[in-house]
């Protein structure tokens, strides 16, 4: 379908005007044709450049094949017209040379890249072989009849292709101012789309925010009253947390929009180390405890206590980190720990970190929870309320104030987020203790009063009566007296009265709003109250316009919605020492510290590296234990229950069912989130993990703990390439390696050189629980048993594959078996010789050790059971013999 003229882009704009122009110089061209040259091969050249003309014009507006039109257009008049109408049109001494320069405009024009290239070789090539056909061979060119045609012909070409470039190099011109007036009108409206989008959120914001005030603040004085019932105060609950969710919603896009706009600043002050630790504390406690975690707080004593940055943006960080602990965090704990390291005299890196026991994060999730938008996958994190944005938020911020936001984390098992800043230091004096945390456990649900000071004075100015009485409500339990204003008026009128210790000033009210007011009351005439603490009570939410009221003289400032502790905070700061009276318990933190300390202790024990492997490899628990090897274990499905492979079941209970009931147990592989458990666990005791899994094509093991492996950033799965026996070599060689204090590289390089020299050989007494566990097909099943034949297997490529077979009775087969493979060792100095059974006699244990201990000259042999696993899979009575040679022997 034809276009309409305003859906063209620019080159199809521009293919269009160069065919209009175009077709008129091709009408002109023949014209002038007619007088200078008369002959029809001329004129026929410009009937052909025409009609490539029509057919591009076609082309590109009717069938939309812009690129094709080009390309028609261009070979036409570049490969074909032109070259002719030298040699019909005089050769050099007419206009066709003009033309090869309009040929070679065009293709700069038009074409772009390789395209371009090509065309433009190949033009110029085009043009070399026409001027040497011209030179060599001159009567191949129609000369123009006389001199002065000829002067005429290439003046025409010079006039046609002048106006006709110009004409076009107009038109780009035009096009590019167009397009610039588009773009600065384009950019002059997003600039206006986004400033009133600035101006609808901050006022979006205080709106919503005033009512979130009314809802919260009233609600904690339902939740604060002891005499409600249970199912009201349930309610009050879930209110005050839907409340909350909607407020740090409406902050967060904020905070974004503004990040967006790149419209976020950050405002240094100086501020009280302690002050901050408090507010943030205060504000969190509730929430940590509430779910029953236990909050344990560290904050070195040593921290300065005034330093310079912008204390609101680091408590936003540090709060939106301990939310996110509290909200991913079931059972267990949240620590705070906070320290300073000095850089000079005046100034200190400080780092921050909150800790949790919660559900921890993925490792290929970890690098994007930074993003905008962000979030795990996974059904228990859409359980849990989130945009996404918080974190973002926070990285950003951390990037404004020149810090950095780290996260480290063990999956399932919780994560440890930190932040480090450089700060001045203003005072350098020791925080010491922060007092005022206190609340004992088990009193978590209750609300506890900071202070009480029943002399001061407060007088709350609001115009809004809903704020006003929950500003009042909220602070009746620290007794102080309260008188209220509606109106700045009224608040001028009771300023000339009474003395008030902190006036509490809303910010947006009619007729004189919270600055003009403060101005008033401190320049008032007769006022009693101009030196009184004013703190502003603000539901703005662009935190810049707040910093630009706090330049007018306040003392403070308090944010809508208000909580009953961080108000209580806030005013307590500015009360003097003599009217307060404390409701806190100071011990409540140095325990509390402990706890923390006792954490960290904890991560500096931790071990370097640990091995671990999968149960089937048939190593003794001792044994493992003395290599210090961890093992996850299979759990194997019996009628009388499920247990635990090796730990709670071994071989010895259960080999009568494995002869005479086998189908009635099963082996429940370890799936991927048993061994997400398993790493998980085991890196709370070791930094890293090298897990040696049994052979990469038996079963599903390898692949399953590699899987889980991605979720961590420390955790290494290698290919033993072996079964049974031969994975006991294996990790003897890996665990002696580590005992050398070899890193995990290093490990990994022997479990791979060692490997390929392991020979493994499993003698089996039927094919059956092998076929039943996929590893033959049915055909070698029949031929096996038609000829009850023991299959002998043998690990090759990180699989079992059948090598050959023994006949006759099966335990005189086992005794043939063990001398076979002896005889092939003899006079060769052996490593290791590890023998795994499931379950054979103990006389002939015996007599198969003494084979051994007889022929071999052998460093060290063992005879052991095999997992229970391993006996269903290879049916009971299997005996396999792994042995190593040492590459220095
Ligand atoms: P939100 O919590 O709203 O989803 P955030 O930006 O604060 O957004 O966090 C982004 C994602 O990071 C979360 O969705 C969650 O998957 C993960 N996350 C953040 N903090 C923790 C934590 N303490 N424990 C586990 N996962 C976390």
């Known amino acids: ?19 209009d122009i175009g077709v008129i110089m091709c009408f002109l061209g023949m014209i002038e044709q007619i007088v200078v040259q008369p002959c029809i091969k001329s004129i026929m050249l410009m009937v052909l450049l025409f009609v490539s003309l029509i057919i591009g014009y076609i082309l590109s507006s009717t069938l939309n094949r812009t690129d094709l039109a080009e390309i028609v257009i ?6 074909v017209v032109f070259p002719l109408m030298y040699f019909t049109n005089g050769g050099i001494t007419g206009g066709a040379p003009v033309w090869f320069v309009l040929g070679m405009f065009y293709i700069i024009c038009i074409f772009d890249g390789i395209e371009m290239y090509l065309f433009l070789i190949l033009a110029i090539l ?18 123009i009849k006389s001199d002065a045609l000829a002067v005429l012909d290439s003046m025409f070409a ?14 780009q011109l035009k096009s590019y101012s167009k397009a610039r007036e588009v773009a600065i009108y384009q950019k002059n409206e997003t600039e206006k789309i986004s400033a009133s989008r600035s101006t609808f959120f901050a006022n979006m914001s205080h709106e919503i925010r005033t009512p979130i005030n009314t809802i919260i603040g009233l609600d904690e004085m339902i939740l604060r009253d002891d005499t409600i019932s249970d199912e009201v105060a349930e309610n009050a609950a879930v209110i005050q947390n839907a409340g909350i969710m909607l407020l740090s919603l409406v902050n967060d896009i904020l905070d974004f929009s503004q990040i967006e706009n790149k419209k976020m600043r950050i405002y240094e002050v100086s501020y009280n180390t302690q002050e901050m630790f408090s507010e943030l504390i205060s504000v969190i406690r509730n929430r940590i405890e509430s779910k029953g975690l236990a909050f344990y707080v560290n904050i070195e004593r040593t921290l300065p206590s005034v330093m310079r940055g912008d204390p609101k943006r680091i408590k936003q960080v540090l709060l939106n980190i301990l939310v996110n602990a509290a909200k991913y965090t079931k059972e267990g704990s949240v620590t705070l720990t906070a320290n300073a390291e000095s850089i000079s005299d005046k100034r200190c890196k400080i780092t921050v970190s909150v800790a949790d026991t919660g559900i921890g994060i993925k490792k290929e999730v970890i690098d994007r929870i930074f993003d905008s938008f962000s979030r795990a996958d996974g059904s228990e994190i859409n359980r849990i309320e989130g945009t996404g944005l918080g974190l973002s938020i926070c990285k950003q911020l951390m990037d404004l104030m020149g810090g950095e936001i780290t996260v480290d984390s063990i999956y399932t098992k919780g ?21 005022f945390l206190a609340r ?14 029943p002399d001061v004075r407060v007088l709350v100015v609001d115009d809004n009566d809903a704020s006003r009485m929950v500003t009042v409500k909220l602070l009746r339990g620290t007794k102080v007296q309260i008188d209220e204003a509606n109106s700045a008026l009224e608040a001028l009128n009771l300023t000339c009265q009474k003395y008030y210790n902190i006036i509490l000033l809303d910010y947006m009210m009619p007729e004189i709003n919270g600055v003009e007011a403060l101005q008033k009351i401190k320049q008032q005439e007769n006022g009693l109250c101009r030196g009184s603490q004013v703190l502003l009570m603000t539901a703005e939410g662009e935190r810049n316009v707040i910093n630009d009221i706090m330049q007018e003289g306040f003392d403070g400032y308090i944010e809508k919605p208000l909580e009953g502790n961080r108000l209580e905070a806030s005013i307590m700061s500015h009360i003097p020492n003599e009217f307060l009276e404390y409701c806190i318990d100071t011990h409540y933190v140095s325990e509390k510290s402990l706890a923390g300390d006792m954490q960290e202790k904890a991560d500096v024990l931790k071990k370097r590296l640990i091995i671990t492997t999968d149960c089937v490899c048939d190593i003794p628990i001792e044994e493992a234990k003395s290599m210090s090897v961890k093992q996850v274990y299979q759990y194997i499905n019996t009628p009388g229950g499920r247990f635990k492979d090796t730990v709670e079941i071994g071989i010895d209970n259960i080999s009568d069912m494995i002869l005479n009931d086998r189908k009635k147990i099963s082996v429940s592989a370890v799936s991927v989130e048993d061994y997400e458990d398993f790493f998980a666990t085991r890196l709370t005791e070791a930094k890293e993990l090298i897990h040696i899994s049994v052979a990469m094509n038996f079963g599903k093991s390898y692949y399953n703990a590699s899987n889980a492996a991605k979720c961590f950033g420390s955790v290494n799965v290698v290919n033993s390439g072996q079964v049974s026996c031969g994975m006991r070599i294996v990790l003897k060689y890996a665990a002696q390696k580590l005992s050398e204090g070899a890193t995990a590289k290093e490990v990994i390089t022997t479990i791979n050189s060692i490997q390929g020299r392991i020979k493994a050989e499993f003698l089996l007494d039927s094919i059956e629980p092998f076929y039943e566990n996929g590893f033959v097909g049915k055909r070698k099943k029949i031929i096996f048993e038609a000829l009850n034949l023991h299959p002998i297997l043998v690990v090759k490529r990180s699989s079992l594959h059948i090598r050959s077979f023994m006949v006759g009775d099966f335990e005189k087969a086992r005794v043939r078996f063990v001398k076979r493979t002896v005889k092939k060792l003899k006079g060769r100095p052996i490593s290791d010789i590890n023998i795994s059974h499931s379950g054979i006699p103990v006389k002939e244990q015996e007599l198969i050790a003494a084979i051994i201990e007889k022929n071999v000259n052998c460093d060290d042999f063992v005879i052991e059971k095999s997992s229970v696993t391993n006996a269903c899979i290879s049916g009971p009575g299997t005996i396999g013999i792994a042995t190593y040679i040492d590459k220095q022997k």
């Open 74 to 79: 261009g070979v036409a008049a570049i490969y």
């Open 158 to 171: 010079i006039v046609f292709i002048g106006i006709f470039l110009g004409m076009i190099m107009k038109f």
């Open 440 to 453: 004992k456990e088990g009193e978590h649900t209750k609300f506890k009063h900071l202070f009480e000071a």
């Open 415 to 435: 994560s440890v987020f930190s932040i480090v800043l450089e700060q001045d230091i203003i005072d350098g004096s020791p925080i010491g203790n922060i007092d």
């Open 126 to 143: 085009d043009d070399i072989v026409v001027y040497l056909i011209g030179y060599k061979y001159p009567k191949l060119i129609i000369p």
């Open 1 to 19: 379908m034809p276009k309409n003229l305003t859906e063209y882009n620019i080159r199809e704009k521009f293919l269009k005007k160069l065919i």
